[in-house]
C-alpha cells in the first residue's frame, strides 16, 4: 500500500507561481511512475506531467510545457510539480498519483494510488 498526500495548493493571481509537494509512505520506493493529473469542474480528469522514481525521466502535457516542472526528492519520498507562469485556466484540484506496474503512465486508469487532492485557483 501506497499512501499520498498533497499540500501546496491556494489562490494566486495570473502569472503567478506555486509549488505542489506530494509526500508519499508506504511502499513508495517500488512505484514506476509518479504524476500529477488535474480536475476542473464539470470536465474530466486530466494528465499535467509524470516523472520516473527511478531514472527522474519526465514528461508533460502540451498545456503545462514550458511552465511546470515536476520533480522528485528520492530521500524523501516526495515529488513536486513548480508551476509558473499560471493562467485562469490552469484552476482545478490536482491530485497526486503512483503507477506500480506502468512506466510512462499517462492515463489515469494505469495509476494504482491517488492523493486527495489540492485546490488551485488562479484569478485573473
Known amino acids: 500500500q501506497v499512501q499520498l498526500v498533497e499540500s501546496g495548493g491556494g489562490l494566486v493571481q495570473a502569472g503567478g507561481s506555486l509549488r505542489l509537494s506530494c509526500a508519499a509512505s508506504g511502499r513508495a520506493f517500488s512505484m514506476k511512475t509518479m504524476g500529477w493529473f488535474r480536475q476542473a469542474p464539470g470536465k474530466e480528469r486530466e494528465f499535467v506531467a509524470r516523472?520516473?522514481?527511478?531514472?527522474?525521466?519526465?514528461y508533460y502535457a502540451d498545456s503545462v510545457k514550458g511552465r511546470f516542472t515536476i520533480s522528485r526528492d528520492n530521500a524523501e519520498n516526495t515529488v513536486y510539480l513548480q508551476m509558473n507562469s499560471l493562467e485562469p485556466e490552469d484552476t482545478a484540484v490536482y491530485y497526486c498519483a503512483a503507477a506500480r506496474r506502468v512506466y510512462g503512465a499517462t492515463f489515469p486508469t494505469e495509476y494504482d494510488y491517488w492523493g486527495q487532492g489540492t485546490q488551485v485557483t488562479v484569478s485573473s
Open positions: 516523472i520516473s522514481w527511478n531514472t527522474g525521466s519526465t
